[in-house]
């Protein structure tokens, strides 16, 4: 994909003597053209998922995990793709590599919002695939060059430990 630069001189004096209609029409035409400069969509084959799905891949053991509470978990990333085995696109984070899990707090609006609503009533020791669409993931801004806009997302999520928040 060509980067996107700013208008050659020539362009900026069309723009400059253009009455104000045309001027007008000219700048929407450059706005449009310059706005398909961040991530690319993805393309439709890769499916989207609506709303969030959880599927418990392993028990744990406990009480079950509520808002509040300081969660520790081990996840990996991808972006969902119909097309390959169980859904897992291209990964674009795991905690496993960095060998430290990750915490956060529970219904605190500190993760994405299907995580938060993805991890109640897991037990620690527990594991679970959490599919999600854009509008419980990264939404239709996608986030840098990792995740597109409006991408679904699969998540292999475990439990490590709870305490209060």
């Not at 599919?131 to 679904?152: C, D, T």
């Amino acid at each position: 994909m060509p980067a996107c630069r700013p208008p050659k001189p020539a362009l900026r004096r069309v723009l400059h003597t253009a009455r104000s209609g045309v001027r007008a029409a000219l700048i929407a035409l450059c706005v449009s053209l310059l706005s398909g400069c961040g991530a690319a969509p993805l393309p439709p084959e890769f499916g989207r998922i609506d709303g969030l799905q959880i599927e418990d891949t392993r028990a744990g053991e406990g009480a079950p995990a509520q808002t509040g509470e300081r969660l520790r978990v081990h996840y990996r990333g991808f972006v969902y793709d119909q097309r390959a085995e169980g859904g897992r696109g291209p990964k674009f984070d795991e905690s496993y590599a960095r060998g430290e899990p990750f915490e956060f707090v529970l219904g605190a609006g500190q993760v994405i919002r299907g995580w938060d609503q993805g991890f109640e009533g897991l037990k620690v020791g527990g594991a679970r695939i959490l599919r999600m669409g854009p509008e419980f993931g990264y939404g239709e801004r996608g986030a840098g060059s990792v995740i597109p806009p409006g991408a679904s997302l699969l998540f292999e999520v475990e439990l490590i430990a709870t305490s209060d928040g």
